[in-house]
């Protein structure tokens, strides 16, 4: 099945930081999401990013099908951006796969 | 605002007993939903696939006779975790893709239940 690897498992910043977030998997996809996930479990949807390249504030995602990668960015860190940021995308069996999640922590 | 809800969000139970967890689309017909289950510190598991109308698929290592899985309707999907252990003890949470398959999933806000 579609494998899909996220890297760095850990990250610790200082506030104001900038970070980027790898997911690479191993086969062509249709639909990969990025996903925070926060301290009390709740999951928030990024970006639905198939490819291309999205912008939400200080967040943004690139995409590249080609290639199999995708990556998320943060800039001007903040504490609240803490928690596990997890990459998610469709296999062939129309299964919901995660990634094995980057644990983030910004320090004040 | 949140398009899946899933209640309860916190549950403590006795062992040998039985807990429901519902998992409900509120502004979208989603006739597939998907179960996942997260140990600390790791990724979320997917423990099966709700099918409305149909059994559920669960994926190898899932007992079937232990969590138990029904759609019975194109917006509510119930995981029913049956005489229940303290290895149970876990959390739990459901999606759904808005759209059909491929389209954006959202997630509930989980239940995090603990066996006693």
């Known amino acids: 099945g579609i494998q899909v690897e996220q890297s760095p498992p850990d990250l610790i910043l200082q506030e104001g930081a900038n970070s980027t977030l790898r997911c690479n998997f191993s086969?062509?996809?249709?639909?990969l999401q990025w996903f925070h996930q926060n301290p009390w479990g709740q999951l928030i949807n990024l970006f639905y990013?198939?490819?291309g390249t999205k912008q939400n504030g200080r967040l943004s995602a690139t995409t590249v099908a080609t290639e199999r990668y995708s990556l998320l960015y943060i800039s001007s860190s903040q504490t609240t951006d803490s928690g596990v940021y997890f990459c998610?995308?469709?296999?062939?069996?129309?299964?919901?796969?995660f990634g094995s999640g980057t644990r983030l922590s910004i320090r004040p | 605002g949140a398009v899946v809800s899933q209640h309860p969000s916190w549950v403590i139970c006795k062992s040998g007993t039985s807990v429901k967890i519902e998992c409900r689309s509120l502004?979208?017909?989603?006739?597939?939903m998907f179960w996942y289950r997260q140990f600390p510190k790791q990724s979320l598991m997917l423990m099966a696939t709700?099918?409305?109308?149909?059994?559920?698929?669960?994926e190898q290592g899932v007992e079937k006779d232990k969590f138990l899985i029904n759609h019975a309707s194109l917006t509510l999907s119930t995981l029913t975790v049956t005489s229940a252990h303290p290895e149970d003890s876990s959390f739990y949470i459901c999606?759904?893709?808005?759209?059909?398959?491929?389209?954006?999933?959202?997630f509930g806000e989980g239940s995090w239940l603990t066996v006693v």
């Open positions: 999606s759904a893709p808005r759209g059909g398959a491929g389209n954006t999933i959202y």
């Open positions: 998610a995308l469709y296999s062939s069996a129309s299964k919901i796969i």
């Open positions: 990013i198939p490819s």
């Open positions: 502004d979208f017909q989603a006739t597939t």
């Open positions: 709700s099918n409305e109308g149909s059994k559920a698929t669960y």
């Open positions: 086969d062509s996809v249709n639909n």
